[in-house]
């Protein structure tokens, strides 16, 4: 059983700052890359950041420049770090990890349970 939580969301103004982490836990063999997915109401989920095993990371244009992603691979976990946060960044964000639990088999998707993000004066 492998377990995703989220912390870090909350109530912020315009042009604050918030950092979610993500934690992985349960059977874990290995994982593969990680990402931020959002979803804002009457919106579908949009992908924010991932970042690959490697270090390698993609963003969504809507973030670039603001938000940084990264990873402690010895903890199992991601981070988004969001500055100059703006009222449209108001959402549901949700961790998602990659994760093979059983050595040669194929990897699983993961989610977290989703944090709340509102940014509102």
């Known amino acids: 059983q492998v377990q995703l939580v989220e912390s870090g969301g909350g109530l912020v103004q315009p042009g604050g700052s918030l950092r979610l982490s993500c934690a992985a836990s349960?059977?874990?063999?290995?994982?593969?890359?990680m990402g931020w997915y959002r979803q804002a109401p009457g919106k579908e989920r949009e992908l924010v950041a991932t970042i690959t095993s490697g270090g390698n990371t993609v963003y969504a244009d809507s973030v670039k420049g603001r938000f940084t992603i990264s990873r402690d691979n010895a903890k199992n976990t991601v981070f988004l770090q969001m500055n100059s946060l703006k009222p449209e960044d108001t959402a549901v964000y949700c961790c998602n990890s990659r994760i093979q639990t059983v050595p040669w088999t194929d990897y699983g998707d993961y989610w977290g349970q989703g944090t709340q993000v509102t940014v509102s004066s």
């Open positions: 349960g059977s874990i063999f290995r994982i593969n890359a």
